[in-house]
């Protein structure tokens, strides 16, 4: 089928920068929207960023000027570029990407696995 596959999380001191990337592969016909959404432990799994085909960006309000995603079409990678990162970063973010596979030809939000973000001194 189809598998997302994020890294670049890790442990990060307040104000620092982190850089997360999630592949897409198996049976993709086409890639819509992909993006980047958090959890905190406890909480429901909020929007963060999202980017269409044609690289459109949008931001919760929380991330906004401090976080980017860009995406590269031809490797199916979408990136997250977080900075100034804040006390309330820390969360296990998870890329999805809106995918319509080959056979069947059906149109799925699909999910990666999680990479853990943590800020500490």
């Known amino acids: 089928q189809v598998q997302l596959v994020e890294s670049g999380g890790g442990l990060v001191q307040p104000g620092g920068s982190l850089r997360l990337s999630c592949s897409a592969s198996?049976?993709?016909?086409?890639?819509?929207?992909m993006g980047w959404y958090r959890q905190l432990p406890g909480k429901q799994r909020d929007l963060a960023a999202t980017i269409t085909n044609v690289h459109t960006t949008t931001y919760a309000d929380s991330v906004k000027d401090r976080f980017t995603t860009s995406r590269d079409n031809s490797k199916n990678t979408v990136y997250l570029r977080m900075n100034s990162l804040d006390p309330e970063d820390p969360a296990l973010y998870f890329c999805y990407a809106r995918i319509t596979t080959v056979r069947p030809v059906v149109t799925i939000d699909f999910w990666g696995q999680g990479t853990q973000v943590t800020v500490a001194s």
């Open positions: 198996g049976n993709i016909f086409i890639i819509y929207d």
